[in-house]
């Protein structure tokens, strides 16, 4: 009988990285599949905290006449050129714009 020595133990090394490789082709669950699950049993399970911190106004909104304008007064020239300078550089939208 030979003595145990490194090619014995080698091919003992090799025959379980096979059954290993064999397990691990044969599992559907991978790693990544496994992370995916465990967050989405978390995000249903978990209480969600912005729901009991969440501080609510009471509805409607009440807002004194000195503070509300109409939205059509409330125009801005800097943002309304922004605007149209993004949309024009868009072909389609220009042409958009241009049919109007």
Not at 53 to 67: F, G, I, K, R, Y
Not at 86 to 100: F, G, I, M, S
Request: proline letters at 9%.
């Amino acid at each position: 009988m030979a003595p145990l020595g490194t090619n014995h133990m080698g091919s003992a090394l090799n025959v379980v990285q096979l059954h290993m490789t064999s397990i691990r082709r044969r599992s559907r669950v991978t790693p990544r599949l496994a992370g995916a699950l465990a967050l989405i049993v978390l995000y249903l399970v978990a209480p969600p905290v912005s729901a009991q911190t969440a501080v609510t106004p009471d509805l409607p909104l009440l807002v004194p006449d000195s503070e509300w304008h109409p939205l059509r007064e409330q125009l801005d020239p800097k943002l309304q050129g922004a605007l149209e300078t993004r949309l024009n550089r868009n072909a389609v939208w220009r042409k958009l714009l241009e049919e109007q």
